[in-house]
């Protein structure tokens, strides 16, 4: 079965997507995915072979850039009007609460953390100082700042 030209695709399944997508992220932004679909769809379409389930294919498309756009979006700073004032606690000698956390780790998850997210060491650094992998340095380093999350959420 060959490929009809791409504007009769975009011409026959164009009001499909838009409804599918406007669905999926809002009509905020469908405008945005749906361009994004047909040109991956047009970057993609010289090298499709099979022709009779084009609704479904290009369907598929807008699903992953609407995923796509999720992804994102979760990522992406929101901006606010004023940032909260929110002071660390305090010990009762006046040191930071956190540093007990952080004292509490054991004591690769410890190394790791500090090494990462104070002295912003590489973790094949890290793996070097403490006589690991690059793949432990990482480990301890997620493994401790999930500690140091539980702690802090209490």
Known sequence: ?????????????RVDVYRFLVALVGSEDA???????FLAALRAYPKLRDASNLRGWILTIAHRKAMDHHRAR???AEPVAALPERLAPERSDGE????????????????AVVARYVNDLAYRDIARMTGGTEEAARRNAADGIAKLREVWAR
Do not use: I
Not at 1 to 13: G, I, K, N, R, T
Not at 96 to 111: D, E, M, S
């Open 1 to 13: 079965m060959s490929l009809p030209p791409f504007q009769a695709l975009l011409d026959a399944h």
């Open 31 to 37: 405008e945005d995915c749906f361009q994004e679909t």
């Open 74 to 76: 979760v990522r992406r």
């Open 96 to 111: 930071p609460a956190l540093w007990n956390a952080v004292r509490a780790l054991p004591p690769k998850q410890r190394a």
